[in-house]
T-cell receptor
């Protein structure tokens, strides 16, 4: 049973560029959340997608956007990259579509390490 | 979401039992306590979750006193591979917007 898979694992961009990160949730999960983890910090919630819609959003600017596809996979897009966007971006999946089974228990991927120069 | 406070770091010797504490003074009635473990360059991994008293699984035990203002994660007989950052989170059941603090860096020494 495959867990959460993310791609790419590492990437380097320059300021002002745009980046797209991809996530495939764990089999059977229907909700995807994205987190940003700066070095030495805990993960910070960016947003959550369920039924192809953004359901919750953390304190991140509109430069951060996302999408969820009918097969539950998801993308995170960041426009106009800043040096401060350098971080590990984590995707997490869960199953909430049936009343909270496994709620609060997220399965995380290994992350995409973004470096902005 | 209720905030948590954890020690920044702690060391332990291999084979010992490790108790990791977490303070959550403002925990709400409907909040659960959840612990995650994170190794370098990996995503956090769920360890255990509880509401009150004691919860035990194959990996750890979670002790929650009656006032629920703190909790203790207990790892029996740690090995070097248990070196990781441990996060304590509180939030209502069904909430997937997890609020991570800086966590507690646990280093297991040979």
């Amino acid at each position: 049973d495959a867990g959460v898979t993310q791609s790419p694992t590492h990437l380097i961009k320059t300021r002002g560029q745009q980046v797209t990160l991809r996530c495939s949730p764990k089999s059977g999960h229907d909700t995807v959340s994205w987190y940003q983890q700066a070095l030495g910090q805990g993960p910070q919630f960016i947003f959550q997608y369920y039924e192809e819609e953004e359901r919750q959003r953390g304190n991140f600017p509109d430069r951060f956007s996302g999408h969820q596809f009918p097969n539950y996979s998801s993308e995170l897009n960041v426009n106009a990259l800043l040096l401060g966007d350098s971080a590990l971006y984590l995707c997490a999946s869960s199953l909430v579509g049936t009343g909270g089974a496994g709620a609060n228990v997220l399965t995380f991927g290994a992350g995409s390490r973004l470096t902005v120069l | 979401l209720a905030k948590t406070t954890q020690p920044i770091s702690m060391d332990s010797y291999e084979g010992q039992e490790v108790n990791i504490t977490c303070s959550h003074n403002n925990i709400a009635t409907n909040d659960y306590i959840t612990w995650y473990q994170q190794f370098p360059s990996q995503g956090p991994r769920f360890i255990i979750q509880g509401y009150k008293t004691k919860v035990t699984n194959e990996v750890a035990s979670l002790f929650i006193p009656a006032d629920r203002k703190s909790s203790t994660l207990s790892l029996p007989r740690v090995s070097l591979s248990d070196t990781a950052v441990y996060y304590c989170l509180v939030g209502p059941y069904g909430n997937n917007r997890l609020a991570f603090g800086k966590g507690n860096q646990v280093v297991v020494i040979p």
